[in-house]
C-alpha cells in the first residue's frame, strides 16, 4: 500500500486506549427553564455527536484539550508526508482545521449561511472548498433545525486570535477545485434498520450515526484508497485503515496500521453482541472481554461519546443492533503493518 492511505485519515484523530482521564466537553442541554436552548443543542451535536472538537482543538502534551483553544483551529493537525504525521517543514503534506471562533481571524465575521454552507455543502467562508478530510459530505443530510443550532452555538464561543497555517499539497488540489469534491452521501445511501421505518429508535439512531455523527464514515469502507467516497454497499462493515499514530499509539507493540471493525450483525461482526455490550463499547470504549477498543471516540481520556445522551445512544445501538449484516472480516489486515488493536482491561 502506498502512504496515499494516509489520506484516510479522517476525522477521528484520538488520543488512544483506556480511562477516561478527563470528562468530555458536554453541556446539560437545557437552560435555566428546563428545556433545551438551540445553542445547547449545537453545543452537544458539535462537541458530542460530531466530534468537532477532535480535529478544531489543539490537545496539550498530556493528551487533553487544550480548553483555552476550544475550536480555535490545528495548525498541521495531520502532515501525510511525514512518519510521525507532525509537521516536517518540508512544504507537502499538511493540512490544517479552521479557526470556529468569535474571532476576525475565526468565524466572526463570517454569515449564518456561509458557516451552514461550509459544514454541509464544503464551501469554505472565502469561497474555496474544503478538503473533504472535513466530512461535509456527510453532514450534508444533517436537519435544518440541527444545523441552524450549530450555528447559534458557534456565535457563543469565545474569540481565539489564531490564523490558521494554510494547507500544503496535496490538501490545495481540493481548495482551489483541482482535485473534485466528493459527493454528497444521498439519504437513500444510509441504510435502513432491519425493523423498518416504523422502528422509531433505530431510526433516529440512523439519523444520529449516519447524518448528525461520523459512525458511517470511521466505519464504512472506500470505494478506492484516498477517494474520500464511501462504499455504501459496505455500510458500516468496516474496513478503513488508520495508522496507530493517529490513533494515539505509541507503544511498539502495537501494529503500524489499525483497520476499524465490521459493526454490522453479521458472523464477522457484531453478531453475537447484546445490546448492553454495544452500549459499552461506544460508551466506555469496552469489547466483550473487557478490553479497551482503540478509538478516543470510544473510551479515550478525551472521549466525546462518553457524553451521549442516554436516549441518544440507546437508539445509535438499536439502529446498529438491526443494521443489514454485510460479511466484511475485519479481524485481518493484509497490508503489509497492519493488523488489529486490543488495549488494555477497562477499570
Avoid at 75 to 94: E, K, P, Q, R, W
Avoid at 217 to 226: A, I, L, N
Avoid at 232 to 244: D, I, Q, W
Wanted: proline residues 7%.
Amino acid at each position: 500500500m502506498t502512504r496515499g492511505w494516509q489520506l484516510v485519515v479522517v476525522a477521528t484523530l484520538a488520543v488512544g486506549c483506556g480511562d477516561s482521564g478527563e470528562k468530555p466537553i458536554a453541556d446539560s442541554g437545557v437552560d435555566g427553564s428546563g428545556s433545551q436552548t438551540a445553542a445547547a443543542r449545537g453545543q452537544y451535536i458539535m462537541n458530542v455527536l460530531a466530534q468537532c472538537t477532535f480535529c478544531h482543538t489543539p490537545l496539550r502534551e498530556d493528551g487533553t484539550r487544550d480548553l483555552d483553544k476550544l475550536l480555535a483551529g490545528v495548525d498541521c493537525f495531520v502532515d501525510i508526508d511525514s512518519a510521525d504525521f507532525t509537521d516536517n517543514g518540508n512544504g507537502t503534506g499538511c493540512v490544517s482545521t479552521r479557526n470556529l471562533t468569535n474571532d476576525a481571524t475565526g468565524l466572526k465575521n463570517a454569515t449564518d449561511e456561509q458557516i451552514k454552507n461550509a459544514f454541509r455543502n464544503g464551501i469554505r467562508t472565502d469561497g474555496k472548498k474544503l478538503a473533504p478530510i472535513m466530512p461535509y459530505w456527510v453532514f450534508h443530510n444533517m436537519s435544518d433545525e440541527d444545523a441552524d443550532a450549530i450555528v447559534a452555538y458557534l456565535r457563543t464561543v469565545p474569540g481565539v486570535s489564531h490564523t490558521v497555517k494554510p494547507n500544503e499539497p496535496p490538501w490545495t488540489q481540493y481548495n482551489d477545485g483541482t482535485a473534485p469534491m466528493s459527493p454528497f452521501a444521498k439519504p437513500s445511501d444510509i441504510p435502513m434498520p432491519r425493523g423498518g421505518e416504523n422502528n422509531q429508535s433505530a431510526m433516529r439512531g440512523r439519523y444520529l450515526a449516519g447524518m448528525a455523527g461520523l459512525c458511517i464514515d470511521c466505519h464504512t469502507p472506500e470505494t478506492t484508497p484516498m477517494s474520500f467516497v464511501l462504499d455504501f454497499e459496505k455500510s458500516y462493515a468496516g474496513g478503513r485503515v488508520f495508522p496507530k499514530g493517529s490513533l494515539g499509539l505509541i507503544d511498539p507493540s502495537y501494529p503500524a496500521l489499525i483497520m476499524t471493525r465490521n459493526i454490522t450483525p453479521d458472523a464477522t461482526g457484531l453478531k453475537d453482541w447484546t445490546r448492553e455490550q454495544i452500549k459499552s463499547s461506544i460508551a466506555i470504549g469496552k469489547d466483550t472481554e473487557g478490553k479497551a477498543v482503540c478509538a478516543a471516540t470510544h473510551g479515550g481520556m478525551i472521549s466525546p461519546y462518553a457524553a451521549l445522551e442516554p436516549q441518544d445512544l440507546d437508539d445509535i445501538v438499536e439502529y446498529i443492533y438491526n443494521l443489514p449484516p454485510i460479511e466484511n472480516d475485519t479481524t485481518t489486515c493484509t497490508d503489509p503493518g497492519c493488523g488489529n488493536c486490543q488495549g488494555p482491561p477497562v477499570q
